[in-house]
């Protein structure tokens, strides 16, 4: 309480209103909620509580009680970073383990005994074959972001974890949306769960975003961008990506102009997306190009804007990446840029949040000609 009190939380977000009284109870959770829901608070005070209830002995060795694994290193570090301002009174020890780095000083930290481990699927199974970890004694057990596992290809290290945790935990499963197989997973693995549904679209976050359709053609984007960059001088920015490749492409074009920022993708070395995130919230950087995979490490409350550039394959990753500004009570802004060809995903995405988005006119540089759409 004293933690949360020095974070200055007081009212709960839908999610944690939901959940936090049934995890605390010992009951299973299946929450359809995506990153900047308060999920991760929702799932980790409860956690914290039960473990308090039950602490090893002074001196012994302390086996892991709590996993959570996520998909991406950046979303442990920031899950990782939570445990650490919500049981920091406690004595309770956490860590957070993932891949693409040395191993040593994971694997030294775990020796030392941790109650909480957060983990991406890969490097958890390679330390559990390796003998550095044991899952025996878990008795919370979170998977975050199922369905991003899915898109990542990770189901398949799922499906090898989860037969080597303990049949009795409890179980929270979170996310953002429900396909089949995600579906067929939380069956098997949740037992008499209770389901907590804060979709975005369901939620008042959502209405805090004003958002806003360019009809563009694919040549004109560079000069757009330029454009809405200059304009919104004063607010920090993300920009989505379809692709790497893309991502780069935006950045280098940016760079040329003048115009400082930085891309984070899966190509990108651990220590520079780390870096490229840190300097985006600390406000050094204020522009960040991303793909959707990378931009699950983004969680800052005061994200000014958030830009389409390129169309989402999926109308619910529309949600997801706008959902990254008018956070913790601020307002938003989001710019979707739509070609000929993007016409139908623009009437899918429309169709998935039940508002049609509000239609923009700009001016190009080189004829000054007004466009409408």
């Avoid at 829901?37 to 002995?57: H, N, V």
Wanted: aromatic residues 6%; positive net charge; contains cysteine.
């Amino acid at each position: 309480m004293r933690a949360l009190l020095e974070k200055e939380y007081e009212v709960p977000t839908p999610i944690q209103e939901q959940t936090i009284p049934a995890a605390k109870a010992g009951r299973d959770i299946l929450g359809i909620a995506q990153t900047g829901t308060g999920k991760t608070a929702a799932f980790a005070i409860p956690i914290i509580d039960r473990l308090m209830e039950k602490q090893s002995a002074k001196g012994a060795k302390r086996p892991i009680k709590a996993l959570i694994v996520t998909p991406t290193r950046e979303l442990a570090i920031q899950i990782d970073d939570s445990f650490t301002d919500y049981a920091k009174h406690t004595p309770l020890r956490h860590t957070v383990i993932f891949g693409g780095v040395n191993q040593n000083p994971q694997t030294k930290t775990l020796a030392g005994g941790v109650d909480i481990l957060t983990a991406t699927p890969g490097r958890l199974l390679d330390l559990i074959g390796q003998g550095f970890i044991s899952l025996d004694s878990v008795e919370e057990f979170v998977l975050d972001e199922a369905d991003r596992m899915l898109d990542m290809g990770f189901i398949h290290d799922i499906r090898k974890i989860l037969p080597l945790l303990p049949e009795k935990k409890q179980t929270m499963l979170y996310s953002a949306t429900m396909p089949a197989e995600i579906a067929e997973i939380s069956n098997k693995l949740l037992h008499q769960p209770l389901k907590i549904d804060v979709s975005p679209e369901r939620t008042a976050v959502f209405d805090a975003i004003e958002q806003e359709v360019f009809f563009v053609e694919k040549p004109e984007k560079p000069a757009l961008l330029v454009n809405l960059l200059n304009e919104k001088k004063d607010k920090s920015v993300l920009v989505f990506s379809r692709t790497k490749h893309g991502a780069d492409k935006i950045a280098r074009s940016l760079n040329k102009q003048q115009i400082v920022c930085e891309a984070i993708h899966g190509n990108k070395s651990q220590n520079a997306r780390q870096k490229a995130l840190n300097d985006f919230k600390t406000g050094k950087t204020r522009i960040i190009i991303a793909t959707d995979i990378a931009a699950r490490g983004i969680d800052i409350n005061n994200l000014g804007l958030v830009i389409n550039y390129d169309m989402p394959d999926v109308a619910e990753t529309y949600v997801h990446r706008i959902g990254r500004t008018g956070r913790a009570g601020n307002t938003g802004l989001a710019f979707t840029f739509c070609t000929e060809d993007d016409r139908q995903m623009l009437k899918d995405i429309q169709k998935l949040t039940g508002r049609k988005l509000d239609l923009a006119q700009w001016q190009t540089q080189k004829g000054n000609s007004q466009l409408h759409p």
